[in-house]
Every structure is written in C-alpha cells, then in structure tokens.
Nanobody, 122 residues
Framework: QVQLVESGGGLVQAGGSLRLSCVAS????????MGWFRQAPGKERAFVAG???????YYADFVKGRFTISRDRAKNTVYVQMNSLKPEDTAVYYC????????????????WGQGTQVTVSS
C-alpha cells in the first residue's frame, strides 16, 4: 500500500503560480512512477504530468512550458510547480502512483491521494 497526501492548493489570480506537493508513505516511493491529474467539475480526470521511477518526465500538451514536475526521493515527495496559471486550470489536483512505467492513463495508477483544490481567478 502507498498513501499519498497532497497539499499546496489554493486561490490564485490568472498569471500566478502555485506549487503542489505530494508526500508518499508506505511502500518504497522510489519504485513507483508518479503522476499528477486534475478534475474540473463535470469533466473527466485528466493527466497533467508524470515522472517515472527512472526520472523520465512527461506532460500533457496543455501544460507544457508552464508546469514542472519533480521528485525528492529523500523526502518521498513529488512536486508540480505551476506557473502562468489560467482560469481553465481550475480543478481538483490529484497525486497518483503507478507500477506502470511512464503511463498517462489514469486506469494504470493504483494509488491516489485525496486531492487539493486549485482555483484560478480571472
């Protein structure tokens, strides 16, 4: 089992920045591929960014150049730095862990956090 706890969400104006954190506990964090997803009201949960156990990084097209994912193995933590935020980035953001290398499919993520709300005002 892996437990994931997100933090760092909040209200920010368009053009602003936030950094989300996800602390993992339980099984060995470094063995997992980690991802960030988001879900806006009335929409499906969508992949945002991922980082594999080997350090490969991959992004959804709509965040490329604005979001940066990273992980700190010593702290069992994965981050996503979100810059140039837009109102359409408003959503609940979820951290997830997968045994599948470099996957963007939410169905291949076995463990999920409870989510953190990000609201971007115009």
């Amino acid at each position: 089992q892996v437990q994931l706890v997100e933090s760092g969400g909040g209200l920010v104006q368009a053009g602003g920045s936030l950094r989300l954190s996800c602390v993992a506990s339980g099984r060995t964090f470094s063995n997992y591929n980690m991802g960030w997803f988001r879900q806006a009201p009335g929409k499906e949960r969508a992949f945002v960014a991922g980082i594999s156990w080997s350090g490969s990084i991959y992004y959804a097209d709509f965040v490329k150049g604005r979001f940066t994912i990273s992980r700190d193995r010593a702290k069992n933590t994965v981050y996503v730095q979100m810059n140039s935020l837009k109102p359409e980035d408003t959503a609940v953001y979820y951290c997830a862990a997968s045994n599948t290398w470099a996957t963007m499919s939410r169905n291949e993520y076995e463990y999920w956090g409870q989510g953190t709300q990000v609201t971007v005002s115009s």
